[in-house]
C-alpha cells in the first residue's frame, strides 16, 4: 500500500459447496499520508480551549481520533485550543482537519512554560485554507496551542482534529 493512496474493495464468498456469491457493493479506503502506522502524539491527550460553543464540542473532542466530532469555540476572534503532550516533544507536523467554520488567521504555538507565560510561535499565517492543512513545523515544547485570531466566517472556529506529530 502506498501512502494517501485510495483502494477499492468487493468480496464474494464461496460456501461449502463451492458456490460463488455475487461481489459485494464497493467499498473505498485511503491510506493516511506521513508514516505508516504514525500515531499523533496529541490523540487522547488533555486539552482545553477559551470558549466552546455548547456542551456538545468540547476540545477534547478535537483530539479524540475520532473524524466525526470537533472542539468549537465561541462567535469570536482570538479564540485558541491547547493541547499537553505530558512532556516535552520534538515537534515535526501539525495536521488541523478544520470543519466548516474556520481560522483565516493563525498561529501555532508550543510551550515548556506550566504558566503559559511564554509562547513560542512555530507557524503564522493571515491566509488560513480551512480543510485539511499539514504544516511542517520545527521546535520543542509540551503544550501546543492553535491560536485562531481570525475567523474566516461569521461562526466561531471550529476543528474535527488537531494532530500534532514528533518525537
Known amino acids: 500500500m502506498s501512502a494517501g493512496t485510495t483502494y477499492t474493495?468487493?468480496?464474494?464468498?464461496?460456501?461449502?459447496?463451492?458456490?460463488?456469491?455475487?461481489?459485494?457493493?464497493?467499498?473505498?479506503?485511503?491510506?493516511?499520508?506521513?508514516?505508516?502506522?504514525?500515531?499523533?502524539?496529541?490523540?487522547?491527550?488533555?486539552?482545553?480551549?477559551?470558549?466552546t460553543e455548547n456542551g456538545g464540542s468540547g476540545p477534547e473532542l478535537a483530539v479524540d481520533g475520532k473524524g466525526d466530532t470537533r472542539?468549537?469555540?465561541?462567535?469570536?476572534?482570538?479564540?485558541?485550543?491547547?493541547?499537553?503532550?505530558?512532556?516535552s516533544k520534538t515537534l515535526s507536523k501539525v495536521v488541523l482537519k478544520w470543519e466548516g467554520a474556520y481560522a483565516k488567521g493563525f498561529k501555532v504555538q508550543v510551550s515548556d512554560d506550566p504558566d503559559f507565560g511564554t509562547w513560542k510561535d512555530l507557524y503564522t499565517t493571515s491566509n488560513g485554507t480551512g480543510g485539511t492543512q499539514t504544516l511542517d513545523v520545527n521546535g520543542q515544547g509540551r503544550y501546543v496551542r492553535i491560536l485562531g485570531q481570525?475567523?474566516?466566517?461569521?461562526?466561531?472556529?471550529?476543528?474535527?482534529?488537531l494532530q500534532v506529530y514528533g518525537k
Open 9 to 51: 474493495y468487493t468480496v464474494k464468498a464461496r460456501d461449502v459447496a463451492g458456490n460463488i456469491s455475487a461481489a459485494s457493493a464497493p467499498v473505498s479506503a485511503t491510506t493516511e499520508t506521513g508514516n505508516p502506522g504514525e500515531t499523533p502524539l496529541s490523540q487522547g491527550k488533555r486539552a482545553w480551549a477559551s470558549s
Open 150 to 161: 481570525t475567523r474566516a466566517t461569521p461562526y466561531g472556529i471550529s476543528l474535527y482534529e
Open 71 to 87: 472542539w468549537s469555540s465561541a462567535f469570536q476572534d482570538n479564540q485558541w485550543i491547547n493541547v499537553d503532550l505530558g512532556s
